[in-house]
């Protein structure tokens, strides 16, 4: 029992060390000091947040409520973290209307789609904890699921598990995935850049299409979820963090209602092109833009109008 209680009270104890260093050490060992006590207090909420959505995926399974598993382990992550490192994601809306259809949180309430968003860091598990809507499962890829814990928690939670290396596999994975969201309302989130682009500026890496292929199987719509670069509180290359709030932009549904295999492309164009302009303007209206121009589409001339839209939108 005695090697229970070492094991658990080491993080805590390793945490407060290292940020009492971090107030008297010289500026550089500071920041790392800084960075490794947000690094252990994350690894130990995730740990503490899954082997919570063990026990809640079970009974929620049992009562019906499975799809609810990953919303519910979410939430308890995102105020985990923000009670324990003070960083959180706040969503924004753009302002923006197509088609009569609005962003933000009510897009959210679109039910089932495909959501996708930018993959920057780690602290994007975060982001899903602050913004992920009731019945919605993530992908990921198929070697996480034997993980101790993280994995039980997820392979109990409807996640979908993709096997990079086989395509036959991943294929039937997408195929399942549809066939759920048609009988069961439930969403699918996926980052579709693949990969984490550790980005110090507002870029996005190539997208894959395995996103919009789903949408279009399913025929269900794309919702676009946008963060704002978010490198002036974690930055993994330069090993520094920083407590924050970071916003996040949901754009409005994109539809493939009549679709087909062909339009993937095209789609993914779409999608991509609205989501780097976006975060663009997210990152003018912060003010850590790195330089970045505004993109046209925007159609706005400088910083003080980016933040009259924001403000306007907030209000709506």
Known sequence: ??????????????????????????????????????????????????????????????????????????????????????????????????????????ALLTRPSVLVGNHQTELDVLMLGCVFPQYTSVTAKKSLKFMPILGWFMALSKTVFIDRANRTTARAAFDGAANTMRTERQNVFIFPEGTRSYAEKPELLPFKKGAFHLAIQAQVPILPVVVANYSHVLNVKRKFFSPGVIDVSILPPIPTKGLTAADADDLTTRTRTAMLDELIRLSHVSGHENGEPLPRASGIANREELKKRTAFSDKS
């Open 1 to 106: 029992m005695g090697w229970l209680i070492y094991t658990m009270a080491t993080p805590p104890v390793l945490v407060i060390v290292l940020r009492a260093l971090s107030i008297i050490l010289p500026r550089k060992l500071a920041q790392l000091t800084s960075y490794l006590a947000f690094l252990i207090t994350s690894i130990s909420m995730m740990l503490l947040c899954a082997s919570y959505g063990v026990v809640a995926s079970i009974f929620l399974r049992i009562t019906g409520y499975g799809g609810l598993s990953q919303w519910t382990v979410a939430r308890a992550f995102k105020w985990t973290m923000w009670f324990t490192t003070g960083v959180s994601f706040k969503v924004t809306d753009s302002g923006r209307i197509e088609g009569g259809r609005r962003g933000g949180e009510e």
